[in-house]
């Protein structure tokens, strides 16, 4: 009898040092997938600047946004003038841009999900995140150069088959809320090409999140795009009709 309680100890003791509290590829599938869902939630309403900064001049984007789960979202442009009325709707993996001086709108091919959005750093893509890193991208937690103490790291592949330009994406979260303090997107010979910076935490609708997101291209030297939530809401009920043809061509 002693014998064998000596051997069930052992197989308990070892049961117990083998199995990890929580797999690294589950720490990063969970990093990645608030990630995904910072910004988003059953239905959300944000309203937020953009400033585009250039060597050479600088503008300012007033715009609301709405979206829907992952796969619809909705923004109008409502300042400066010069740009009032200009829309962009995504649902699913289509897109579709309203222009109110031509009463225009055009489908944007999938070709040009990497073209600029309005002139600014950001693409077309990351407006509307056609591309999801839980959909879109393998990963795994991983150590960088000059590591912060006090942070993850987790590097994200994109999956086969899929017309996604990097390389890889590399995103540093807080360990202590998951809250991102930045991502650096590498080309496929590992360059960098650009770094999203995440700042100014504080709660918007009810949420804590970085309220300023910039943008800098490490091409185009002097370039940077900065985007601030001046308000936002999350599992708000929103009309039937936000995200249709008919409300792109709608104006303000």
Not at 9 to 19: G, N, R, T, Y
Not at 26 to 42: G, H, P, T
Not at 71 to 91: H, M, Q, S, V, Y
Not at 138 to 162: I, Q, S
Request: glycine letters at 4%; hydrophobic letters at 40%.
């Amino acid at each position: 009898m002693k014998k064998l309680t000596i051997a069930v100890s052992i197989l308990v003791f070892l049961s117990l040092s083998l199995a990890p509290a929580q797999s690294s590829d589950s720490k990063a599938e969970d990093i990645v997938r608030r990630m995904d869902e910072l910004y988003r939630a059953a239905s959300s309403r944000a309203l937020m600047e953009m400033e585009i900064v250039t060597p050479h001049w600088q503008r300012t984007l007033k715009m609301q946004a709405w979206s829907e789960g992952m796969d619809k979202t909705f923004i109008r442009i409502l300042e400066p003038n010069k740009e009032k009325g200009i829309a962009t709707l995504r649902i699913g993996n289509e897109m579709w841009n309203y222009l109110p001086k031509t009463n225009k709108v055009m489908k944007i091919p999938p070709s040009m999900m990497m073209s600029s959005w309005m002139g600014s750093d950001f693409t077309n893509d990351d407006l509307v995140r056609e591309f999801t890193f839980i959909e879109s991208y393998r990963f795994e937690m991983t150590e960088v150069e000059a590591a912060e103490p006090g942070l993850f790291y987790v590097k994200c592949v994109p999956k086969e088959g899929l017309p996604i330009v990097w390389g890889h994406v590399t995103i540093a979260v807080r360990e202590d809320d998951g809250l991102p303090v930045w991502q650096r997107y590498y080309d496929e010979k590992e360059q960098l090409m650009r770094e999203m910076l995440y700042k100014d935490v504080r709660i918007l609708g009810g949420r804590r999140i970085p309220a300023v997101m910039e943008l800098v291209p490490m091409h185009k030297e002097g370039n940077k795009t900065v985007i601030r939530f001046l308000e936002a809401e999350f599992d708000i009920p929103l009309p039937s009709d936000t995200f249709t043809l008919r409300n792109l061509q709608k104006g303000i």
